[in-house]
């Protein structure tokens, strides 16, 4: 059984970066355009590993990471931080809001590739 990975992203091209990259993978790629729908596709799908883009319509990544987290049947899932927030303090500030990873766009599609496949190793 192939691992699911849940991308919760809002822009389009983004996500068919993504859908493209993992389409020559062996993983199944769920997708949600918003934070309320990233909580409810990670309570609904329990994937293997959320990337997930912070700034987002509805509630936002650290928000969304928060709540999936907060649930006990969800808290194990490793969720990467895919976003632009590419500042001094943004990778902690995705850290400390539940997220065990972290990515800043653009990424190398090999960088990112390599990050999910540490987590589901």
Known sequence: MSKRILMVEDTDDNRQIIRDLLATTEYDLIEAA???????????????????????????????TRRIKADPTLRHIPIIAVTS??????????????????????????????KIREFLA
């Open 34 to 64: 918003d934070g309320a729908a990233g909580v409810a596709a990670a309570v609904a799908e329990k994937p293997d590993l959320i990337l997930m883009d912070i700034q987002l319509p509805m509630i936002d990544g650290y928000e969304a």
């Open 85 to 114: 927030y590419a500042l001094s303090g943004d990778e902690a500030k995705a850290l400390a809001a539940g997220c065990d990873g972290y990515i800043a766009k653009p990424f190398s599609p090999r960088q990112l590739l390599t």
